[in-house]
DNA sequence: TGAGAGCTCTGCAACGATGCAGACATCATG
DNA sequence: CATGATGTCTGCATCGTTGCAGAGCTCTCA
């Protein structure tokens, strides 16, 4: 199993282990002849450099880890693989792990025996590990924060401005002359620091405006996915008065509602309106299609990847909240095309 | 940045190098006195193991990778998770990297200079490389074989038996009494061995039907995207006599063909039945649901998984055909609920 | 002709960990 | 008391590679 080493190719070409490496990294001038016949070994033996060795003695691997809750999220899929290109783009391999939103996983990350510490750097998208209990496990790997907004100064941080968006996508509906607009998603909690952050530009959009908020209509879902979504819509369907419009944390959640808005027979967009945040492509096929923010993936892992890299190589700089650009996008669940 | 090493820790406890590597792995004994000396030591100063040097000394990494062709694609998406929690549950991590169904990139992966021989192994779901290059190019890392049928007796191989599922799908359509039934998907070429099957099982299910296959209605398509799967129906939809069901390759086909059938006015699966195969979780929240072949994904991954850490351990078996099972699920876009 | 410069090539040490063999002390046994 | 067994602990070599310093040779030019 164990392949040729420079050793092995040195003995046959008949020169020294170093030189052989010269041949392999092209570092160091080295005849045409013997370039040639090292070369030649190199070939028959085909030689391929062990990468570990090499990692140990430059003390670097060249892989990054990303770290997000649920791989099958499409938002994260698709997040994954802008992370793994813009990666690529700059010469690195991307390890990905989940962590099933668990905090004990998430925890396991920063502990002794973890396995961050083959990695140059962490992308990390935690669900529960607070920044406190980051800085304290004190993880020599640097690290950047995706999505959530645990930013406290302690880590870099890459996310959209999520009031911002929630005003917008709520601003939409508002301004489609909705006045019964719900809200999916709300986690008033410690961990749901960004379902808050879209609770309050949701309750900016209402107050611009002049539209009163009615609390019975901000429904509170633990996850983001399309069950929760379809469950949180039927109990808002139930209400006395039920919502005209939806503005859902995330498209998954949107798209759940979507389903049990059309199973109780209610008309989308004519009945009751739906926005989702993420952009993820599923929305684009849907039907109807679907109104979201569309948060700049791209511009997120590159951003996320240059940081990290940034601080790999030692170009440190403050940590920093870094706002990525989102934009909010029309389509059918909206009335638009 | 580099953080404490054993050698560290021997000189605050006062202890050999190899005591220090003993407390922490638990291998020999060490007296209870000597043993919280360097507990202490190695609390206070934070060691971490530096994992590649491990790796280096024991010629193994605990990680194996994962290549698809893109991770946005839910199916893959799906698979990966089961990936990582197969092998999580022995012991290992994985890395996934993605091709974009691009034959370079899978042919880096086998070149000298991959990041291959950091891995212990490697799961491949290959597009465009055929057996005989990745023989050829002789990697000396075990590799284990997704999904597509490239068998050819020189690697293990996971997969469904697609022929059947193909006939199962199409016998489901004939079976509600379609007598046109349209296949999106087909790849008539030296890489579509997988859609290659499932259109010989398509045609088998018109034979025990008794039903005459009308070679128009099977549409090729180069990816198994939606917009694809929406351009193939609507070209189907301006035949003379157009389908009245069709049997997707994927699920995203399926999906973008609903999409075209009910932009054009078509009802489904009143006038138009579909079928799809994966059942990604899209599937069972879009409007309507979808009919489709689910594989057994978790099976899938524990398969390969463990064939190909049985490779690695050097438990060797002949390279083998593993077939996962799959079945039929019935949802609205053919009657069902 | 001899010193210095320049080009190739080499050996040694080191990255941080573990395998192995053995040193040393202690203890039980005949 | 000598012997061997047992239990702790240590030093050396090693994994496969690269950094560093320098050896040996050729060539130039005074």
Redesign the interface.
């Known amino acids: 199993?164990?392949?040729p080493t420079l050793r092995d190719v040195a003995k046959r070409a008949n020169v020294s282990i170093r030189t052989v490496s010269n041949v392999v990294n092209g570092y160091a001038p080295v005849s045409e002849e013997l370039r040639a016949r090292v070369q030649a070994a190199l070939d028959e033996l085909?030689?391929?450099?062990?990468?570990?060795?090499r990692?140990?003695k430059q003390?670097r691997?060249?892989?990054i880890a990303l770290v997000v809750p649920?791989?099958?999220v499409?938002y994260f899929?698709?997040l994954?693989?802008e992370v793994?290109t813009a990666a690529r783009a700059r010469g690195y391999?991307?390890?990905?792990?989940?962590t099933d939103g668990d905090g004990e996983r998430e925890r396991e990350l920063l502990g002794?025996?973890?396995?961050a510490?083959?990695f140059d750097g962490l992308l990390l998208s935690p669900l529960t590990v607070s920044a406190e209990e980051l800085r304290a496990r004190?993880n020599?790997v640097p690290i950047v924060l995706l999505g959530e907004h645990i930013f406290n100064g302690s880590f870099h941080h890459v996310a959209i401005d999520n009031v911002a968006a929630a005003r917008e996508a709520t601003g939409h509906l508002l301004g489609l002359g909705r006045r019964r607009v719900a809200a999916i998603g709300d986690q008033p909690y410690a961990t749901g620091e960004t379902a808050q952050l879209r609770t309050a530009g949701y309750r900016q959009a209402h107050a611009r405006a002049g539209v009163e908020v009615d609390e019975r209509l901000i429904v509170p879902t633990p996850h983001f996915h399309?069950r929760l979504g379809?469950e949180a819509m039927e109990s808002l369907l139930a209400l006395p008065e039920p919502p005209d419009a939806v503005f859902c944390y995330n498209d998954l959640l949107a798209?759940?509602a979507?389903?049990a808005l059309?199973r109780a027979g209610r008309r989308v967009p004519d009945d009751v309106a739906v926005v989702g945040v993420d952009d993820i492509?599923?929305g684009?096929?849907?039907?109807p299609s679907l109104t979201t923010i569309a948060p700049d993936k791209g511009e997120i892992a590159r951003q996320a990847v240059n940081t990290l890299l940034a601080t790999i190589n030692?170009e440190a700089t403050a940590p920093a909240e870094i706002v990525v650009p989102h934009r909010l996008i029309v389509r059918e669940s909206t009335g638009g095309s």
């Open positions: 199993m164990a392949g085909d030689y391929r450099p062990n990468l570990i060795a990692n140990l003390g691997t060249g892989m649920e791989l099958d499409p899929a698709e994954a693989r793994i391999v991307v390890m990905i792990d989940q002794r025996d973890s396995r510490t083959m004190g020599r399309r379809a798209l759940g979507i389903r059309i492509e599923e684009q096929y849907s039907t030692g």
